[in-house]
């Protein structure tokens, strides 16, 4: 029998496999990894009605009614006017709400009319009606002030507090009074808005933010958020008692007539409805992923177990089966709200523009071991082999490099990028270097690492945002102005079309960079890509067909 000479035999195989890495699958099955909610993070809470509830949803810029009979949640207000950090009722049935980015107070009449009805107060966050038909709203982050506003819009806002120490979710008494949480001091206030006259009723909370009345008026329930409880503050003795222990995250809560106490958590994402006789509680509106943005995969991880940047925490997901395994939640951790996250051998590394820092964690242990601000709108992020970190500053259009040090600095790599946010290493190249792109150009570009030199790879994309560099050589992109997910050869910049009519890519808002949530990409041992959907809120596998 002839035997294959075997100098001639590995020659064969080399070049079948050179073959098939030109030839990389162009045909991918998609498959569902965690299906999607109606929300991007749930917060303010208002009865609507005997059987409805308003419901704001601040990162998926929409107001949303939900059933309170079935769970169904429809959407009465869509991006980018609907993004809401609280919402109330008036007077007339006309719906507000409050645009923490935009800074705008926006009304709804009843018949379905949507105006701006004040502007420039970035924070914007919670809001209340007194008996009178006056309204109230207050500033957080940016700035920490109470002011009145005109419900109809043609009026000033007039300032009546300043540094309360964040106020947040508040309600009117009857005896027109205004009681809410200081969250910087963990105290439930009672505010005189028209002396500016403030008493401390109860006090001992961890991050209290919100507070209602029973259906009497004669107590108020109190969320702790960090300590994932409801409690029911007695008046006038202030005295505390323990309702509920929940899951931490909690945002915002309404009372029904019936007492039945409704709870928001950003965290998980969803409503529960709570007896507060019993303590007992059930899920109203149930989501498994919150924020889902930047995402990653271990290339030696033969589970594929996804690490999804969901904004009010950080997950693992397998994979392979949809669980999830492991959540280090934002509010009740250091965890700032990552939006990117990628892998090193020993590191989880995650950055936030939301609040505007980056963080190193230990991929063991999950314990952050360190935090360095940034807050240039910082998107993607890296961490070389010698621990310094490559970050993508998406509103200033810098590549820089962290010292892995507490002490040392940064250093610019490259700049005149326009709006880089995704990254994927090369650095097993002859020249390493890190492949990025820019959603402003829809450009993917090649910046080399000595130097900074830098090199254009594919042009006239329309807002590329996620990139993963796949084991074959190519770059898999999230083309989100497209809702498209391409292969792009770096040699040629030739672009192939893998997936199309993708649920990605919400309006960018004000006050966060370029790319705004990412769609993030990552490719797992098995050459499946992994994408996750800002839209839908969901987590989807692409397997290649053979």
């Known amino acids: 029998m002839y035997r294959v000479p075997y100098k001639i ?16 699958p162009l045909r991918y099955r998609r498959e569902v990894v965690v299906a999607g909610s109606p929300f991007q993070g749930v917060h303010g809470l208002a009865l609507y009605g005997e059987r409805h509830l308003l419901a704001s949803n601040l990162l998926g810029q929409s107001v949303h009614l939900v059933d309170l009979r079935t769970g169904a949640v429809s959407t009465l207000v869509g991006p980018p006017l609907g993004g809401a950090d609280d919402v109330t009722l008036g007077p007339d049935g006309s719906i507000y709400w409050t645009g923490y980015f935009s800074g705008r107070l926006m009304r709804r009449t009843p018949d379905g009319r949507t105006r701006i009805i004040a502007t420039d107060l970035p924070g914007l966050n919670s809001l209340a009606f007194r008996r009178d038909g006056r309204l109230y709203v207050t500033q957080l982050g940016p700035a920490d002030v109470l002011w009145e506003v005109d419900p109809r819009g043609y009026l000033p806002p007039r300032q009546i507090l300043s540094g309360l120490g964040f106020l947040n979710g508040f309600e009117f008494g009857r005896d027109d009074r205004l009681y809410g949480p200081l969250l910087l001091k963990g105290q439930i206030a009672r505010i005189n808005v028209d002396t500016g006259s403030i008493e401390v009723v109860a006090e001992g909370f961890t991050t209290p933010v919100a507070v209602n009345f029973d259906s009497r008026h004669e107590h108020l329930y109190v969320l702790d958020s960090a300590r994932g409880e409801l409690i029911r503050v007695r008046l006038p003795s202030g005295s505390k008692e323990l309702v509920a222990r929940l899951p931490t995250g909690l945002d915002n809560l309404a009372v029904g007539p019936d007492d039945q106490v409704y709870v928001s ?54 994979g392979l089966n949809g669980k999830i395994h492991q959540t280090t939640r934002a509010l009740s951790t250091p ?20 609040r505007g820092n980056l963080q190193v964690l230990d991929r063991t242990s999950g314990a952050i071991l360190r935090t ?28 820089v490099l962290v010292g892995a040090s507490d002490s040392a600095g940064t250093t610019v790599l490259t700049a005149g990028l326009e709006g880089p946010v995704g990254l994927a290493a090369d650095t097993e190249a002859r020249e390493p270097g890190v492949y990025v792109t820019e959603v402003r150009s829809g450009r993917v570009t090649r910046v080399r690492l000595s130097d900074g030199a830098r090199r254009t790879v594919a042009r006239g994309l329309l807002a590329p945002e996620g990139i993963a560099l796949h084991p074959d050589g190519g770059l898999i992109v999230a083309e989100v102005g497209r809702k498209r997910l391409v292969r792009i050869d770096p040699a040629t910049g030739q672009s192939t079309v893998l997936a199309s009519g993708l649920r990605i890519g919400l309006p960018e808002s004000a006050s966060l960079p370029p790319g705004y949530l990412p769609t993030g990409v990552a490719i797992g041992a098995s050459g499946s890509i992994y994408l996750s959907s800002d839209i839908e809120s969901a987590l989807y596998r692409f397997v290649p067909v053979p």
């Open 265 to 318: 958590n950003m965290v998980d994402n969803d409503i529960r409805v709570v007896n507060p006789a019993t303590g007992s509680s059930q899920r109203i509106v149930e989501s498994r992923l919150s924020v889902p943005s930047g995402i990653a995969v271990a290339p030696d991880d033969p589970d594929e177990r996804v690490y999804v940047a969901d904004v009010y925490a950080l997950r693992q997901v397998g």
């Open 9 to 24: 035999l590995i020659a064969w195989i080399w070049m079948v496999g050179f073959q098939a890495l030109a030839h990389p």
């Open 335 to 354: 965890m700032t709200f990552p939006m990117h996250v990628s892998l090193s051998a020993e590191h989880v590394v995650l950055s936030s523009a939301y």
């Open 372 to 399: 360095i601000p940034n807050t240039n709108g910082v998107q993607g992020v890296l961490e070389l082999g010698d621990g310094t970190l490559l970050v993508a500053e998406a509103t200033t259009g810098r590549l």
